[in-house]
């Protein structure tokens, strides 16, 4: 059974800094994708950033801003988020082990989520 926890989200000040962890226990089949996605109050969720195998993508809005990266040593996920704008509030979870579909994928494992406010 995979488990999926988030940490690290924070409130900040606009232009500020965050790094949310996302630690995972369980095991993923041997090629698998991993991501990031938010929600805002009122808003649909969206991907935020993919990662697998090194291939990374993000959405338009959060490039040159964010960083995804992945310690598969310790099965763990980061978020590296710079210059964090008000619009970047929202509830951030992590997901594991893609199911297909477009960009940014469909997930069958899901954390419940780290708050993230800028302002």
């Known amino acids: 059974h995979v488990q999926l926890v988030e940490s690290g989200g924070a409130s900040v000040r606009p232009g500020g800094s965050l790094r949310l962890s996302c630690a995972r226990s369980g095991r993923l089949t041997s090629y698998y994708t991993m991501a990031w996605f938010r929600q805002a109050p009122g808003k649909d969720r969206e991907g935020v950033a993919t990662?697998?195998?090194?291939?990374?993508r993000y959405a338009d809005s959060v490039k040159g801003r964010f960083t995804i990266s992945e310690d598969s040593a310790l099965n763990s996920m980061y978020l590296q988020m710079n210059s964090l704008k008000p619009e970047d509030t929202a509830m951030y979870y992590c997901?594991?082990?893609?199911?297909?579909?477009?960009?940014?994928?469909?997930?069958?494992?899901w954390g419940q989520g780290t708050q993230v406010t800028v302002s």
């Open positions: 990662i697998a195998s090194g291939d990374i």
């Open positions: 997901a594991a082990q893609s199911m297909g579909g477009t960009w940014p994928y469909t997930y069958k494992y």
